[in-house]
């Protein structure tokens, strides 16, 4: 059955309805499985309609998900799901459908697997390609508790391309752990995967209409490997995942299916239907003429095509992330000059810092949560040989519905401590235009940090010009300084006019404009640094560093990021839990205060 449009009423699921754990799933026979995919995915559709969320992988393996539970006693045998945006059917066949509805929501279920959530969530999977690392630690472990159990990953969307998995496949050859690998090939990340291996896997897949596979590649790793076999086809992927699982060692099961599979829209564009939006009512829809705001994102991939198109040595590299920072437009007008290097972020750094040794100006896209994977590069091939590269950190502090693995919330932290980083903090459009220019300039490294969501307007008492380790005052006030390190800016500005405080927007973390800091220090009574970022180790860490080392002991208050894990919700919630809205920037000074 095949869906054309996202149901915005509840399916009728008879036979799902019967199911509130594997262990239902394995009463049935499997002639009513075809039916129960037909339903599974229905209301996958609805389910993800009302809340929004990831769903063409999901949808891909709809069939694969019902196999595996129906073979595997799980939870007691380990099913790991990578990437984790695979595991919406997962979790609607392990008790939690009616959960569903709140998916992404405060309070509702994690959209990736949670340990704390289900056991049935053996892994946290929210970044990619852990889950053969994972699987072989769990299989290995099996075995020295003296359990002969099952321990199967469930890697795909593009996840096989980074190097982590292939060191897992490397070492698990030699352990000779219960371990079954499948691959799920759906020659597609977000994106269509690039690459060598995506290349190998299209090249024997169109061999197989003419010739056995060989699949020398896993081979070579001394891995038993099978397939490839339609993984949506259930009396072939039945047999075969018995097969798989009968044998012994470590072994690989090359599975090829469709993301978006059932679904039309999906099927025909699997990249804009990667994550859908939560369907407004129709009462709910904007009326309003005004246009959207542009997304930090898209300011800075417009900031990427008007600075490639007058220097030809700007190169842009992103780990898989084209559609999500933006680099769209730059691929199609510098095709040659643009870099999608799969999921790979540490090879995305060193290639940067390889572009910068003889002469390119790479821009190296990532996201904050992912730029933690390419830290050692980072250090030890950018920052110490103090090369070229400009580090433009997408998605930087709380992100909203997807969660604590997603969130960017210690970039500050890892990058300030690096010798001669600079570190730049834009609280708005025009601010994230300037800064990624004066750090495209910069001779060194240079990274700047901007948000997920809508860029801001920019001030209108701003428009100055920007210098290295300057900041800017917007009011002058009494008693309280208020030192903003980039966007929230606007929730500061409400605070300072309501209670006449100073307000200066610090915009480099690194070199503070230690100036500034000093006269602020002898002037007010309180200091109060405000940053979307963990507390620990941040810009308002910077700033104390700064007074002690200076002997100024003007008190400060630190505003950011609790230490805690800031579970899903809106970005909106988040920032009110985390007393980061005006109304708790207010009462956390008033509080220190004694009001």
């Not at 054309?4 to 594997?22: C, F, K």
Request: aromatic content about 6%; overall charge negative.
């Amino acid at each position: 059955m095949m869906f054309n449009q996202i149901p915005t009423t509840r399916p009728i699921t008879p036979l799902l309805d019967q199911i509130d754990s594997p262990a239902a799933l394995r009463r049935l026979s499997r002639s009513q499985f075809p039916q129960l995919a037909r339903e599974l995915r229905a209301f996958l559709l609805y389910s993800v309609g009302q809340t929004g969320g990831h769903f063409g992988a999901g949808l891909g393996v709809v069939e694969l998900t019902i196999a595996l539970h129906y073979l595997l006693q799980t939870p007691d045998e380990d099913l790991i799901w990578d990437v984790g945006h695979q595991s919406y059917p997962h979790k609607i066949l392990t008790g939690r459908r009616e959960q569903m509805l709140s998916m992404r929501q405060k309070g509702g279920l994690s959209p990736f697997p949670k340990r704390s959530e289900s056991p049935f969530d053996t892994f946290g999977t929210g970044h990619s390609s852990t889950s053969i690392s994972a699987a072989l630690g769990m299989a290995l472990a099996q075995r020295l508790q003296g359990h002969d159990r099952h321990t199967v990953a469930v890697i795909g969307d593009g996840a096989m391309t980074a190097g982590m998995a292939f060191e897992a496949l490397h070492h698990a050859a030699h352990t000779g752990a219960n371990l079954l690998v499948i691959l799920n090939d759906n020659d597609m990340s977000i994106s269509r995967n690039e690459g060598g291996l995506a290349s190998y896997l299209a090249r024997n897949l169109k061999q197989k209409t003419d010739s056995p596979v060989t699949a020398e590649l896993f081979k070579a790793l001394e891995l038993s490997y099978t397939g490839p076999v339609d993984g949506h086809n259930f009396s072939l992927l039945l047999p075969a995942l018995e097969q798989a699982l009968a044998q012994n060692g470590p072994r690989l099961l090359h599975v090829v299916t469709r993301k978006g599979k059932g679904f039309a829209p999906a099927e025909a564009d699997p990249v804009g239907y990667h994550a859908l939006t939560k369907l407004e009512p129709p009462a709910k829809a904007s009326t309003s003429a005004t246009p959207k705001r542009p997304k930090y994102c898209n300011v800075f991939g417009r900031w990427l095509c008007e600075t490639a198109s007058v220097d030809n040595r700007l190169v842009g590299i992103t780990p898989a992330m084209r559609e999500g920072s933006d680099l769209v437009a730059f691929s199609r007008q510098f095709p040659e000059r643009y870099f999608d290097v799969a999921i790979a972020e540490q090879h995305a750094a060193t290639l940067a810092a390889g572009f910068a040794c003889r002469g390119m100006k790479p821009v190296l896209a990532i996201y904050s949560t992912f730029l933690q994977r390419a830290y050692d590069q980072v250090i030890h091939d950018i920052a110490t040989q103090q090369l070229d590269v400009l580090l433009a950190v997408d998605r930087a502090g709380l992100v909203g519905e997807d969660g604590a693995t997603h969130a960017g919330c210690f970039d500050l932290a890892f990058l300030r401590c690096l010798p001669d980083m600079v570190l730049m903090t834009p609280a708005d459009e025009a601010d994230l235009m300037t800064m990624l220019t004066l750090g495209y300039q910069h001779k060194g490294p240079a990274a700047v940090r901007y948000p997920r969501g809508a860029a801001a307007l920019p001030q209108a008492t701003a428009i100055d010009s920007l210098q290295l380790g300057k900041s800017r005052t917007l009011r002058e006030g009494s008693k309280v300084a208020l030192l903003n390190f980039g966007p929230l800016l606007n929730s500061a500005q409400q605070v300072a006019e309501a209670n006449d405080y100073t307000l200066v927007d610090m915009r480099f973390v690194k070199p503070l404009d230690s100036k500034r800091l000093e006269a602020l220090a002898a002037s007010h009574e309180l200091l109060v640094s405000i940053e979307d970022h963990a507390v620990q180790g941040g810009a308002g860490s910077a700033v104390a560093e700064f007074l002690q080392q200076a002997g100024l002991t003007t008190p400060l208050l630190m505003l950011g990021i609790p230490d805690r894990w800031i579970a899903h919700a809106t970005r909106e919630e988040q920032l009110i839990e985390c007393g980061l809205d005006a109304g708790g920037i207010e009462a956390l000074i008033h509080q220190r205060l004694g009001h």
